[in-house]
């Protein structure tokens, strides 16, 4: 999409989610506290504040609850967010230490938080957990392992930057799952297709502490209209449709495997079923190689069945790399045979065979 079209898109849609005869903001006041408010009753708090990043709305949030606890340390799995994507933010600039509950691919067990051997004032959980492949524990599992964070005193914060998805795998809407922690956030592009910006919701005293570490941290601009217009529109929109991405992205998931089975010596799909409409797979080439043949897909075909491809890590073997696959509205009309073709017509274009690898 070019800036144009962003741009008159915007202007087209606007009068859906807000008066086009009310005044812009001015510092976080009007049509950011409607957004405020639309996001603290979908999650089922009673208050929240708008920030221009995730980054900045999780540090706020740990470090108030640091604060609160009178603990500067933050449980946290070692693949979160703040960990590998933040430049140690929670260290260098909150002054908050992290320990780590589990180097398993995936949420910690009530066992792994029982049995940490530091104190900890918060317990963050990533729901999901991206870096293992958009992964998810089962409903008893959470709430067994919010559970176990509250019996070691500790509160419970939700990365939720892609909790909008979770519904369709824990059964439970966006209230129950949010109303299992002290304090949630979410992100409000990377699944409802805003321009920007993130929502931290909790208890109203929270949320007031929130604000005030907001304008500290230079969150706080004076307009910012443009990206919460298209945040109200992604929720109008886009929210209702995720549901129907997981169901279509399990198809997706399931065709690839079949016929990856054929064509691969080895590849991995994780996780076993989709939790939500992502998911990450692992294929025995170099990235440049599948990239190549992607983009040739792309220009003969009009077919773009996967974005880019990048080293799966500086510990693992070497001739593999990894994807993340996303099922949006644009694969809401592919069937399985559509699926089957585009994988088969990708494979064609790899360089020969691939060496058998035991990663």
């Known amino acids: 999409m070019t800036l144009g079209q962003g741009l008159s898109a915007l202007a087209a849609d606007a009068g859906t989610v807000g008066d086009l005869d009310a005044s812009t903001d001015e510092y976080s006041n009007g049509i950011v506290e409607l957004l405020e408010r639309r996001v603290a009753a979908l999650l089922g708090f009673p208050a929240a504040a708008y920030f221009p990043t995730g980054t900045m709305a999780q540090q706020v949030a740990l470090r108030c609850w640091a604060a609160r606890t009178g603990n500067p340390v933050v449980a946290l799995h070692p693949l979160a967010h703040p960990e590998l994507h933040e430049a140690e933010s929670l260290t260098m600039v909150c002054g908050l230490r992290t320990i780590h509950t589990t180097d398993a691919p995936r949420l910690p067990t009530p066992a792994e938080v029982q049995g940490l051997g530091d104190s900890f004032g918060t317990l963050m959980l990533e729901l999901p957990l991206r870096e293992a492949g958009f992964v998810l ?9 919010v559970a176990a964070a509250r019996g070691r005193q500790a509160v419970v914060h939700l990365d939720g930057a892609r909790l909008w998805e979770c519904t369709a795998h824990f059964g439970r809407d966006l209230a129950q799952i ?3 922690a002290d304090s949630v956030y979410v992100s409000l592009y990377k699944s409802v297709g805003a321009i920007s910006g993130a929502v931290l919701a909790g208890p109203q005293s929270l949320v007031d502490e929130a604000k005030v570490w907001r304008h500290r941290y230079g969150g706080q601009p004076y307009q910012q ?5 298209s945040a109200l529109l992604g929720l109008e929109r886009e929210l209702p449709r995720l549901p129907s991405y997981v169901v279509q992205a399990r198809m997706v998931m399931e065709v690839l495997r079949e016929e990856l089975v ?14 939500t ?3 990450k797979i692992w294929l025995p080439y170099e990235p440049e190689e599948l990239r190549d043949a992607g983009v040739t897909q792309a220009e003969e075909t009009g077919v773009s069945f996967f974005r880019n491809w990048w080293s799966s890590g500086p510990a693992a073997p070497p001739g593999i790399a990894v994807t993340e696959v996303t099922v949006g509205s644009q694969a809401l009309d592919w069937t399985p045979d559509d699926v089957r073709a585009a994988i088969r017509d990708f494979v064609r274009r790899l360089p020969g065979p691939p060496a058998r690898t035991s990663p």
């Open 277 to 279: 409409h992502q998911f």
């Open 262 to 275: 054929t064509s691969m010596s080895w590849f991995r799909i994780a996780p076993e079923v989709a939790h």
């Open 225 to 229: 209209y443009p990206a919460v217009v």
């Open 178 to 180: 949010a109303g299992l």
């Open 137 to 145: 524990p089962t409903w008893d599992e959470l709430v067994a392992t």
